[in-house]
C-alpha cells in the first residue's frame, strides 16, 4: 500500500462517514429553514383610503384547508392539506403545513376573508374614530 493509497482511503473513509458526523447539524439546519415563514408568499394591498388588503398564494389549498382568526391585534392565517390518497410522481405545488401571522394596528378591522383561483384574500380597514364636532363654549 502507497502513501496515496493510505490517503485515498482516508479520504474515503472521512466522508462516508461525514453523514454521521454532519447529519444532525444538517438536518436541524434544513428542518429549521422548512419552517421558515416565507411559505406562502404575500402581497399586500391598498384599494382605497382607509381600506387594505393581504393576498396570499395558496396553490392546492381550499376554505376547508384553510383557518383565519383575529385576535389581539394579531391576523394569523394558518393551513394543512392531508393529500394521502393521492400518489405523485412529482410534486412540484407547496401544498404544506403552514402558520403566518401580521401584526395589525390597533385600529384595524378584518372586515371580510375570501378564496378564489388559490389566493386567499383578507380584506382589511380602519376603524376611524367619530368625527370630533366643535363644541360651542358660551361665554359668561
Same mark, same amino acid.
Given at each position: 500500500?502507497?502513501?496515496?493509497?493510505?490517503?485515498?482511503?482516508?479520504?474515503?473513509?472521512?466522508?462516508?462517514?461525514?453523514?454521521?458526523?454532519?447529519?444532525?447539524?444538517?438536518?436541524?439546519?434544513?428542518?429549521?429553514?422548512?419552517?421558515?415563514?416565507?411559505?406562502?408568499?404575500?402581497? !399586500? @394591498?391598498?384599494?382605497?383610503?382607509? %381600506?387594505? &388588503?393581504?393576498?396570499?398564494?395558496?396553490? =392546492?389549498? *381550499?376554505?376547508?384547508?384553510?383557518?383565519?382568526?383575529?385576535?389581539?391585534?394579531?391576523?394569523?392565517?394558518?393551513?394543512?392539506?392531508?393529500?394521502?390518497?393521492?400518489?405523485?410522481?412529482?410534486?412540484?405545488?407547496?401544498?404544506?403545513?403552514?402558520?403566518?401571522?401580521?401584526?395589525?394596528?390597533?385600529?384595524? !378591522? @378584518?372586515?371580510?376573508?375570501?378564496? %378564489?383561483? &388559490?389566493?386567499?384574500?383578507?380584506?382589511? =380597514?380602519? *376603524?376611524?374614530?367619530?368625527?370630533?364636532?366643535?363644541?360651542?363654549?358660551?361665554?359668561?
Amino acid at each position: 500500500m502507497t502513501a496515496l493509497d493510505i490517503i485515498n482511503k482516508f479520504n474515503k473513509d472521512v466522508w462516508n462517514h461525514s453523514d454521521k458526523m454532519f447529519g444532525d447539524a444538517f438536518d436541524s439546519i434544513f428542518d429549521s429553514w422548512s419552517k421558515a415563514q416565507s411559505f406562502p408568499f404575500y402581497n !399586500v @394591498v391598498k384599494y382605497g383610503k382607509g %381600506e387594505y &388588503g393581504l393576498e396570499l398564494g395558496l396553490a =392546492g389549498f *381550499n376554505k376547508k384547508n384553510v383557518k383565519v382568526q383575529y385576535q389581539d391585534g394579531v391576523l394569523t392565517v394558518s393551513g394543512q392539506v392531508e393529500d394521502k390518497e393521492k400518489d405523485y410522481i412529482e410534486k412540484g405545488l407547496a401544498a404544506r403545513k403552514f402558520f403566518k401571522q401580521f401584526a395589525l394596528h390597533d385600529k384595524a !378591522v @378584518v372586515n371580510d376573508a375570501s378564496m %378564489e383561483d &388559490g389566493v386567499l384574500t383578507i380584506k382589511l =380597514g380602519v *376603524n376611524e374614530p367619530e368625527e370630533i364636532k366643535p363644541l360651542d363654549i358660551k361665554i359668561k
